[in-house]
């Protein structure tokens, strides 16, 4: 695709082993051979009925700007879904949209890319893996959040500070095995009825002062062994997680945050986990982004994610 945001550089003299993601993506067309394909939800009216600084709806066109120049390592299919916008502030609608692309993608057989857009993308996400006949329909499914809020609020409607709770609430009613973990919670960001939601639902966190390089090799050995009971794994990394000097471009910067040495390996280790089926990188904000540094942050926590998981499924097929 040489349109739009998938443009950069060619370095024409290293022939394909100097090719780009620009240089490789195609639009999504069903049947095609499995890989990761990228879907964007276009919105940011979650984060305005939370009260949020508002223009993440600008985000998934700025990562794909963002990704264009990444380097592609064969065999990698990369595919391009296009966007889901939220017309009016309908932003069920738009999240009903999301999930029935996104159950089509893993229908096929590919990973989704979820780009936001605001945290409301994670309960489009976990609607489309848990569609009927999608990825994750049956069996135990994972939850893991990168973030600095649980978002498990409660509120009269849909907004990017509720998708988790409404996972929750959704997994309740079916009857189905459902578990959520956070990376990353501030307790300077958190509410004491937010604590109060995680502990009466089970959720397992651990906030940023606890992650540190001395205590990241137990964090990661628990990780993939608390992994190892589920049969799917959905990813969701709100760019809030890091640190403000690193991504400022996000509606709620952190004070503190989790270093890239320390969320890199843990997300890794999800992504490399070979049950993987669904990621979404959110509130990437650009308006709050003039030079570019979250939107290459995210960039880049996009490739290690999509490189943790080629390698698992490279392995898995060896």
């Not at 066109?61 to 889901?84: C, E, F, S, T, Y």
């Not at 649980?150 to 500070?161: K, N």
């Not at 952190?254 to 040495?261: D, K, P, S, V």
């Not at 969320?263 to 990621?279: D, F, H, T």
């Amino acid at each position: 695709m040489s349109d739009g945001p998938w443009q950069g550089r060619v370095d024409a003299l290293d022939g394909e082993a100097g090719r780009r993601w620009h240089q490789v993506v195609v639009p999504w067309r069903p049947g095609r051979p499995g890989g990761v394909v990228m879907l964007g939800l276009a919105s940011d009216e979650g984060v305005r009925r939370n009260q949020g600084r508002v223009g993440a709806a600008q985000g998934p066109q700025a990562l794909r700007r963002a990704m264009a120049n990444l380097p592609w390592h064969p065999p990698l299919a990369l595919q391009d879904a296009g966007d889901i916008g939220c017309d009016d502030g309908r932003l069920e609608a738009a999240q009903q949209a999301y999930a029935q692309r996104a159950a089509a993608l893993l229908a096929d057989g590919q990973l989704v890319l979820g780009l936001g857009g605001g945290h409301e993308i994670a309960w489009a996400s976990y609607s489309g893996l848990t569609a009927p006949g999608s990825a994750a329909a049956e069996g135990k499914l994972a939850i893991v959040n990168f973030d600095a809020h649980f978002d498990l609020r409660v509120a009269p409607e849909a907004t990017s500070g509720t998708p988790f709770r409404q996972a929750l609430d959704e997994a309740a009613q079916r009857g189905r095995t459902v578990a959520y973990r956070c990376y990353g919670i501030s307790a300077t960001a958190n509410t004491r009825a937010l604590y109060d939601t995680a502990h009466t639902r089970g959720v397992d966190w651990a906030e940023d002062h606890q992650l540190n390089l001395l205590t990241l090799d137990a964090h990661l050995n628990e990780l993939r062994d608390w992994l190892d009971g589920y049969d799917h794994v959905y990813l969701s990394l709100c760019l809030d997680v890091l640190p403000a000097a690193v991504a400022p471009g996000v509606s709620a910067p952190a004070a503190r945050g989790l270093a890239m040495e320390l969320l890199e390996p843990l997300v890794c280790s999800v992504a490399g986990c070979g049950r993987l089926r669904l990621a979404d990188i959110a509130e990437l904000c650009p308006p709050l982004d003039p030079d570019g540094r979250t939107a290459r942050t995210a960039a880049r926590l996009a490739w290690q994610i999509v490189s943790a998981w080629q390698a698992a499924t490279t392995a898995a097929t060896a």
